[in-house]
C-alpha cells in the first residue's frame, strides 16, 4: 500500500488492507494449575526457585515453536496465532463481535492476566486464557469494533483505553 494514499500515517481503513491494531502474548495464568501452584510457592522463600522453574517452562513455552500462541487485534478481525509462522487457528471478525467480557480467577492479581470471552449472537464465538493487562485489550477490542464497523458506533458508547 502506498503511503501517500493514507489521510492519517499508520491509519488504514480495512477496505484498502488488514493492519494490526494490537497484539499480546499469553501470560503464565493461560495454565491455571501451574499458576496457582507457582503463586503458592513462591510465598515460600525455599520453594521460591521451584516455582520460578515451573513458571519459566510455561512462561518460554510460549515461544516454542510448537507452543507458541499469541491474540493479534487487527481492523478487520481478532486472530489467536499459534507457532512461530503465525498460522491463524481462530478467527473471529469484528462485525461478529457484540461483546467481550473478563473473566477473573484467583490468580488475576498476582499475573494480572485475566481471560476474555469473545460473544457473539449471545454465545461465546472465541475465548483467550491468560491475557495480560486484560482490561486495556478488552477496551482495544471495543473500540475497533466501533471505529471499523459500519454503523457500531451509534450503538455503542467509545471508551478510552485507559478508563477502568
Known sequence: MDIRLQAVTGV???ELAEARIREVW???ARAPGIAALGKSLTRTIVLAPLAWMLMAMVYFGKVLPVFA???ELTNRRLVVRKGWSGKISE????DK???VELV???N???FRAATLRILSAGKEALTLPGVPDPESFRQAIINACNAWVPGRSKSLPFVAASAK
Open 69 to 71: 500462541r499469541r491474540y
Open 12 to 14: 488504514v481503513p480495512p
Open 26 to 28: 499469553p501470560s503464565v
Open 104 to 106: 477473573t480467577d484467583a
Open 97 to 99: 463481535i457484540d461483546d
Open 108 to 110: 488475576t492479581e498476582f
Open 91 to 94: 478467527e473471529i471478525p469484528l
